[in-house]
């Protein structure tokens, strides 16, 4: 079994080309948030924007900063008008890559975008003083929006990931781990970011506060979808997926595909798993004995059904906004999940 899958199929090549799509129509502002991002890397003390380079080198999809700005797009007639979006979406990818370079000190990761963390270059020191110097930065740009509801919103967030961090320690290893706790650590960790990027803009043009809620559930909804199907791609070696799985198995993460498999494993396999999961470190053998067990109890099936859930209700809310914004929402949904099915 080839556990290093670098295919690009149809799928992958689906939801690559909607990405593109989407970020090529806010693509002014995308660079002007990039831009912010260097700006706001300057420091006397060189070896801040020298690591601050170094992390933003490869800069990933910035979905969050991405879909703050579509849905600035998507709901305001004055888009090309607006500035506060910016700033906005320049303190998301700041928070988001403050939470990265912390993830990576706990976790000791090792890489990150395929290529050296932060902290195994220049230690997990230095990479929480950057983080923290993100988190600060953000909130400076926060302060250009002039919103203080948008400021208030964006540090309730910061607050529900550290708690979600705190969560996430607390059942490290748990191999009992409810499904309600893994929705409540994904929620705090990811959802609530995703949350942030929709509703902000609705915030900043001070909507009714029935359309920020709108928006703060379907933000919540995208960002569940987004973080189980990368917990399930973990475990799919399709060739669909165009990323390195095993990450999460390594690490000795409890993600969905684990807590679906002990649901319906017989008392054998649930002590395999039990004790595989107490092991300090996991091997490429025990990976694929964990996939076949997936497959064998057709656990990719399991959370599709669970995923249809939030895919209703985002599309149902999507559907209200009738416009092409919003039907290019609904298409990067279903490019997604394709992905894994």
Known sequence: MNLKVINKNEELQEFVKTVNSISY??????????????????????????????????????????????????????????????????????????????????????????????????????????GDYMFSKSFKLMTKSNSLKGMTSLAE????????????????????????????????????????????????????????????????????????????????????????????FYDGKISIPIILLIEKSNTETYKFLKNLFALDRRTTQQLEEVIKLIEKYKINKEVKSFLDIYVDKSEKILNNFKNHESEMLKKLIKSSMDRCY
């Open 157 to 248: 967030v910061s607050a529900k990931i550290t708690e979600g961090e705190f969560l996430q320690l607390t059942n490290e290893n748990n191999i009992d781990l409810s499904i309600q706790t893994y929705l409540n650590i994904i929620r705090a960790k990811t959802a609530e970011l995703f949350s942030a990027s929709f509703k902000i803009p609705a915030i900043l043009t001070n909507q009714s506060d029935e359309k920020v809620e709108e928006l703060h559930i379907l933000g919540m909804n995208f960002g569940i979808i987004f973080q189980i199907l990368d917990d399930l791609l973990d475990y799919d070696v399709s060739g669909n997926t165009g990323k390195e799985i095993g990450q999460d």
């Open 25 to 130: 129509e806010v693509t002014d502002k995308l660079r002007e948030t990039n831009i912010f991002i260097d700006e706001y890397l300057n420091s006397h003390q060189e070896i801040i924007p020298e690591m601050g380079n170094y992390f933003f080198s490869s800069r990933g999809k910035q979905l969050r900063p991405l879909l703050c700005l579509y849905s600035s797009k998507m709901i305001n007639e004055n888009y090309n008008e607006m500035k506060s979006d910016i700033y906005m979406a320049a303190a998301l990818e700041f928070i988001h890559s403050a939470t990265l370079l912390h993830d990576d000190v706990i976790d000791n990761g090792l890489e990150r975008r395929g290529k050296k963390s932060v902290n195994s270059l220049w230690g997990n020191k230095h990479s929480i003083l950057l």
